[in-house]
């Protein structure tokens, strides 16, 4: 067990979202469906991140699991 997440990818992953659809955010880093939760992270004292689309849009998820506005990317990944 261990809190600090593992680090998928130091970039995000762009994603066509589609409006009302719902989508769960790998917390963890584990998924190795990126940037989604596979299951990955039973065990781990993780857990997904639920993101509710608000329009049909191209958002940027977090692939090191490192920024503060997750489930979306704020340039945190620069820095690891
Ligand atoms: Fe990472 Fe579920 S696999 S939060
Ligand atoms: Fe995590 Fe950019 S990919 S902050």
Do not use: R
């Not at 769960?24 to 190795?32: E, H």
Request: glycine letters at 8%; charged letters at 25%; a positive charge.
């Amino acid at each position: 067990m261990s809190d600090t997440p593992h680090i998928a990818q130091k970039a995000p992953l762009p994603i066509e979202v589609t409006e009302g659809k719902t989508y769960f955010w790998c917390s963890c880093g584990k998924s190795q469906n990126q940037p989604f939760c596979d299951g990955s992270h039973k065990g781990s004292g993780f857990e997904p991140l639920k993101y509710t689309a608000e329009a049909d849009k191209k958002v940027f998820f977090c692939g090191c699991k490192h920024s503060k506005t997750q489930p979306l990317c704020d340039g945190s990944h620069k820095d690891l």
